[in-house]
């Protein structure tokens, strides 16, 4: 097969692969730019993989940055863009069920290609176009299929992580998992919790986020990679759910937490716990927190302004798209129109400050805060106009 149109990304990456062709050795694109292209969808990383020791491409190009040498990858920076650029390799045993204990660096394409996960991802492309197949990838790919390359339980045994990888790539392109690759993760499920936390994180979010996201949580459950994940044992009827309500992709990943943690039923509190033991950042905890609360009222029909001032622009698009999931009815333009009804958006367009405040006598400290988030949620639920005297006199009235 030959590409005769290639997307603008690898145009400008051909040059790269002339001159390390040039100077002798192999190169190629590789992985999922090239499956991508394939099948007509937009690319984003360009790799290239040479025959070329790390060491010879640092003598064919100016500027480099040894960004994985001891895996034989570098970047090439030549030509503006960074290109990853990788040595053939072969690897030896997976003792931590992830990383290959030694890699070799060898001359042979064939040798590279045959430790990669699956058959779709082992395709290889020259230059010019031309895409080398040899694991019968591309009829994997025109019949929808995701097959691991050789034997698929030596495959997951290697690398845990390709089981979530696998029902990632069911739920991204809306492939079927064909039997004896499902039958050895569903052998090897158990190996997913010998792998970092937060390596199976982004497939999972990327499952969730995918095209046919009910194909890929289908796979997990049925394959029992569920079991081996962080607080999902108790989850298992909900879970299953979620694959009958999970008919399209979540827009984000604040979107995917407050998806599981709502359908879970989660407190503030446990949302809290679940997530640090997903290793999330702070920032998405307050967040799902807020956003999870929000959509539990949009199942009751019971969210009020203040909820809804708490999402905020950001949080109430996040909070209806759950809900929605969950069988509410979509609440998209009432919440917008109501978001902009409200009479501040924001504690910063509070009209009284903590100076005005000080000036009607209330002593600075920790009471100062809490006369000012007490007008901020009477301005908000409409009790209390936002003015100044209107505001202050109310604090001079109750002291």
């Given at each position: 097969?030959?590409?005769?149109?290639?997307?603008?990304?690898?145009?400008?990456?051909?040059?790269?692969?002339?001159?390390?062709?040039?100077?002798?050795?192999?190169?190629?694109?590789?992985?999922?730019?090239?499956?991508?292209?394939?099948?007509?969808?937009?690319?984003?990383?360009?790799?290239?993989?040479?025959?070329?020791?790390?060491?010879?491409?640092?003598?064919?190009?100016?500027?480099?940055?040894?960004?994985?040498?001891?895996?034989?990858?570098?970047?090439?920076?030549?030509?503006?863009?960074?290109?990853?650029?990788?040595?053939?390799?072969?690897?030896?045993?997976?003792?931590?069920?992830?990383?290959?204990?030694?890699?070799?660096?060898?001359?042979?394409?064939?040798?590279?290609?045959?430790?990669?996960?699956?058959?779709?991802?082992?395709?290889?492309?020259?230059?010019?176009?031309?895409?080398?197949?040899?694991?019968?990838?591309?009829?994997?790919?025109?019949?929808?299929?995701?097959?691991?390359?050789?034997?698929?339980?030596?495959?997951?045994?290697?690398?845990?992580?390709?089981?979530?990888?696998?029902?990632?790539?069911?739920?991204?392109?809306?492939?079927?998992?064909?039997?004896?690759?499902?039958?050895?993760?569903?052998?090897?499920?158990?190996?997913?919790?010998?792998?970092?936390?937060?390596?199976?994180?982004?497939?999972?979010?990327?499952?969730?986020?995918?095209?046919?996201?009910?194909?890929?949580?289908?796979?997990?459950?049925?394959?029992?990679?569920?079991?081996?994940?962080?607080?999902?044992?108790?989850?298992?009827?909900?879970?299953?759910?979620?694959?009958?309500?999970?008919?399209?992709?979540?827009?984000?990943?604040?979107?995917?937490?407050?998806?599981?943690?709502?359908?879970?039923?989660?407190?503030?509190?446990?949302?809290?716990?679940?997530l640090k033991h997903w290793k999330t950042a702070n920032q998405t905890i307050t967040a799902v927190q807020t956003a999870s609360r929000a959509a539990t009222l949009l199942l009751a029909g019971e969210l009020n302004a203040w909820q809804l001032y708490q999402c905020g622009a950001d949080l109430a698009p996040v909070a209806n798209e759950v809900a929605v999931i969950l069988g509410a009815p979509d609440r998209h333009q009432q919440l917008q129109a109501a978001l902009a009804a409200l009479p501040i958006h924001q504690k910063k367009e509070l009209?009284?400050?903590?100076?005005?405040?000080?000036?009607?006598?209330?002593?600075?400290?920790?009471?100062?805060?809490?006369?000012?988030?007490?007008?901020?949620?009477?301005?908000?639920?409409?009790?209390?106009?936002?003015?100044?005297?209107?505001?202050?006199?109310?604090?001079?009235?109750?002291?």
């Open positions: 097969m030959k590409l005769n149109q290639l997307p603008h990304e690898f145009e400008l990456a051909r040059p790269v692969l002339q001159t390390i062709e040039q100077a002798g050795y192999e190169a190629y694109f590789v992985g999922g730019s090239v499956r991508d292209t394939i099948l007509g969808k937009d690319i984003h990383d360009v790799d290239i993989a040479t025959s070329a020791y790390p060491n010879e491409i640092k003598g064919l190009f100016k500027r480099t940055v040894d960004t994985g040498i001891e895996h034989g990858t570098v970047m090439i920076l030549d030509h503006g863009t960074g290109y990853e650029t990788t040595t053939f390799r072969s690897e030896s045993t997976y003792t931590d069920f992830r990383r290959p204990d030694q890699v070799t660096f060898v001359r042979s394409l064939s040798e590279d290609l045959k430790r990669r996960d699956f058959t779709i991802n082992a395709l290889a492309m020259k230059e010019d176009g031309e895409v080398i197949d040899l694991f019968d990838g591309l009829a994997d790919l025109e019949h929808h299929q995701i097959r691991a390359v050789g034997d698929a339980q030596e495959r997951f045994h290697e690398d845990a992580l390709r089981m979530m990888r696998a029902v990632r790539f069911a739920s991204q392109l809306d492939f079927q998992i064909v039997p004896a690759t499902r039958d050895a993760i569903t052998d090897h499920a158990q190996l997913l919790a010998k792998i970092a936390v937060e390596r199976t994180q982004v497939e999972l979010l990327k499952m969730l986020m995918g095209r046919a996201p009910q194909r890929g949580l289908a796979d997990f459950m049925d394959t029992g990679l569920w079991q081996h994940c962080p607080d999902f044992a108790d989850h298992e009827a909900a879970l299953r759910e979620l694959t009958q309500q999970l008919t399209r992709g979540v827009s984000s990943e604040t979107a995917a937490w407050t998806l599981l943690a709502t359908k879970f039923g989660l407190t503030s509190t446990a949302i809290t716990s679940f009209a009284a400050t903590g100076r005005d405040l000080m000036q009607a006598g209330v002593q600075p400290g920790p009471q100062l805060g809490a006369i000012l988030g007490d007008l901020e949620y009477r301005v908000v639920t409409g009790e209390l106009p936002n003015e100044t005297a209107t505001l202050v006199a109310h604090i001079n009235a109750k002291q």
